[in-house]
Nanobody
């Protein structure tokens, strides 16, 4: 059974930082491309950051220079370090794994507010 379990979300003030984690099980993690998506209320789910099995990364323009995606294949975990958070970063953040199939985590809420 494949599981992607996100953690690390919460409430943070503007300008603050959070680190999201996504622990994978049931897949050969190292061969999967891993992504973080987010969905704000009333909006479509959007790609935030991606990391390939080889370690190449890509970011949405709105988070470039503030967010960093990384992976630890020994721990079957992908991370999203989020710095300089803004209220518009408020959303549910989802972990996504893709290779020949794709899988989603359950999401973790990030709220940026005073």
């Amino acid at each position: 059974q494949v599981q992607l379990v996100e953690s690390g979300g919460g409430l943070v003030q503007p300008g603050g930082s959070l680190r999201l984690s996504c622990a994978a099980s049931g897949i050969i993690f190292s061969i999967y491309n891993m992504d973080w998506y987010r969905q704000a209320p009333g909006k479509q789910r959007e790609l935030v950051a991606a990391i390939t099995s080889g370690g190449s990364t890509n970011y949405a323009d709105s988070v470039k220079g503030r967010f960093t995606i990384s992976r630890d294949n020994a721990k079957n975990t992908v991370y999203l370090q989020m710095n300089s958070l803004k209220p518009e970063d408020t959303a549910v953040y989802y972990c996504h794994a893709q290779w020949t199939r794709h899988y989603w985590g359950q999401g973790t809420q990030v709220t940026v507010s005073l």
